[in-house]
């Protein structure tokens, strides 16, 4: 545990990653705390007095007064339809919602009044994940540096390197309790209920194993703690056993409880929260950067990224605890280990990294496709004095897909090949397909659904145009990959009802033009004979 140094210490330029950002209220005040790990190696938080807001166009500035007491200001930007707006600025974070409902009920529209605290500060900033930090610090109890009301700046990625351990836990299904639990951070920490085995601690009880975990954590400090299906069993699991001896599951860099939001389906991945820390499970990794396998299980990923599966053993663990403890810590040890060998053969965190310092969003939630869209669009309409709708939740109308063309089968001599590169953000940024450029006008260019979009600059085209100048100048396969993630989901965000640029007409817009181009490419290559 580090020691509080109340003592200030002057500071000089350092660079960081942001692992966590989140925020906290006091004394009548908010305030974003940013944690991360700095070049040097050192952990950090830094904490930032800043005040939430939203926008509502100026002409319904008297109407909202009427019935509530609102702090405003000018901020000289306008909506998509060319609306002048006011800066209605808030005392919490929790305030911006209950205005928003309350103004809802005059028929009042808000404008980007869902954003999340923290991500609303690091969007004004437009910083993506990297910093540079400048101001004093004092030593923290479980941070290595505490700044208040640093200097922050963006910058751009580089080489941080984050720690990571692995968690992994038996249970003995008879009893209910962990009798078995390991860390692997390139080392074994390995923990034994009452059985002794030389390559693990052996605990008297299980409260004594679950202590001894929260300070070996505590101890190592990684910045993030993997497994598999780490976060609906593992750490969910040690939650309750906490629960059940009145022990505090505070394993974050802050005091704070460690939080989880479960989720049921396969497609969206629980999430845990951890003060300081990120939770990345495995499992969800490889299914979110599109590594195929047979199916997720733990040993078919080992077996097919890195030769080497699980070890059999019976599946009563309570049994093999009991009658051959030293199989049950290699067993445990081996799987603990795996989850590490397959994240490093596939670069999964380098790879997060990479989307981090693109999108800005946390390292959990880099493939959230409405998110990172959301903080790539926001940022640079900004900068053209343009605020952003809220999201509305309309209903769902139809999106016409791409076309697919039936093949013909058989063996033949002279086959042409052609691969349509980024085809459909390379349509959105030619005939500037944009929220912004829609019009109900029927002038500009026109999509062949019969949509129109106005010539002047678009924002998506030009955050389109940035990433492929971005991935063609890029030398690491990680950061090409994950720029080519992030622009394919640019289309299938714009067809989804929970985005607040969602409309049917621009969605279709984008699959007409793919469908006139293959469509038109097969005749011409008809014409040729073929």
Request: hydrophobic fraction near 35%; glycine fraction near 6%.
């Amino acid at each position: 545990m580090k020691n509080l140094f109340k003592v200030l210490l002057k500071g000089i330029h350092m660079h960081g990653l942001i692992i966590h950002p989140t925020y906290r209220t006091h004394n009548g005040k908010s305030y974003v705390h940013l944690y991360g790990r700095l070049e040097n190696g050192e952990s950090f938080l830094t904490i930032t007095e800043f005040r939430p807001y939203f926008f509502i166009r100026k002409e319904d500035v008297s109407r909202a007064l009427k019935e509530d007491s609102l702090e405003f200001s000018d901020p000289s930007m306008k909506t998509f339809s060319g609306d002048e707006v006011v800066q209605i600025i808030t005392q919490y974070p929790a305030d911006v919602a209950q205005l928003r409902r309350s103004l809802h009920e005059k028929d009042i529209e808000c404008y980007e009044a869902d954003i999340r605290f923290a991500y609303r500060f690091l969007m004004d900033k437009d910083i993506r994940g990297y910093l540079d930090i400048e101001g004093e610090y004092m030593r923290g109890e479980r941070v290595d540096r505490i700044y208040e009301n640093p200097i922050l700046t963006p910058t751009s990625p580089c080489d941080i390197h984050l720690d990571a351990a692995s968690l992994d836990i038996e249970v003995d299904e008879s009893t209910g309790e962990v009798v078995c639990l390991t860390l692997y951070d390139g080392e074994y920490h390995t923990l034994l209920l009452k059985q002794e085995v030389p390559t693990a601690i052996t605990c008297g009880s299980e409260m004594e194993l679950l202590s001894r975990f929260k300070d070996i954590l505590l101890t190592l400090d990684p910045d993030v703690i993997t497994g598999w299906n780490v976060v609906d069993f593992d750490l969910y699991y040690l939650q309750q056993r906490f629960k059940r001896h009145s022990l505090h599951f505070d394993l974050g860099r802050s005091g704070a409880q460690s939080k989880f939001r479960t989720e049921t389906s396969f497609i969206r991945a629980s999430r845990a929260q951890m003060d300081g820390r990120m939770v990345l499970d495995a499992m969800h990794l490889l299914r979110d950067f599109f590594i195929k396998l047979d199916d997720y299980k733990l040993g078919t990923a080992g077996k097919a990224i890195l030769g080497e599966g699980k070890i059999d053993i019976e599946k009563d663990i309570g049994k093999v605890w009991k009658e051959n403890p030293d199989l049950l810590v290699e067993y445990n040890q081996k799987d603990a280990k795996l989850v590490t060998d397959i994240i490093e053969k596939k670069r999964l965190l380098e790879l997060s990294k990479r989307m981090t310092g693109i999108t800005g969003l946390q390292l959990d939630r880099v493939k959230a496709a409405i998110a990172s869209l959301d903080s790539l669009y926001i940022r640079e309409s900004r900068k053209k004095g343009i605020v952003c709708p809220s999201v509305s939740g309309m209903s769902r109308k139809k999106v016409t897909g791409g076309l697919v063309q039936e093949p013909t089968f058989g063996v033949f001599s002279f086959v042409l090949l052609f691969d349509f590169r980024s085809l459909y953000p390379s349509i959105m940024a030619t005939f500037n397909i944009d929220p912004l450029t829609y019009t109900e006008e029927k002038t500009g260019i026109q999509a062949p659904n019969g949509a129109f979009f106005r010539e002047s600059p678009g924002i998506l085209p030009e955050i389109i145009l940035k990433l492929l100048r971005r991935r063609s100048e890029a030398t690491i396969y990680e950061e090409q990959y994950a720029i080519k993630i992030i622009m394919n989901s640019l289309f299938g965000v714009l067809g989804n009802p929970n985005c607040r640029f969602y409309n049917s007409k621009i969605a279709n817009a984008i699959t007409s033009f793919g469908r006139y181009f293959l469509e038109e490419t097969t005749s011409r290559v008809k014409e040729m004979g073929y």
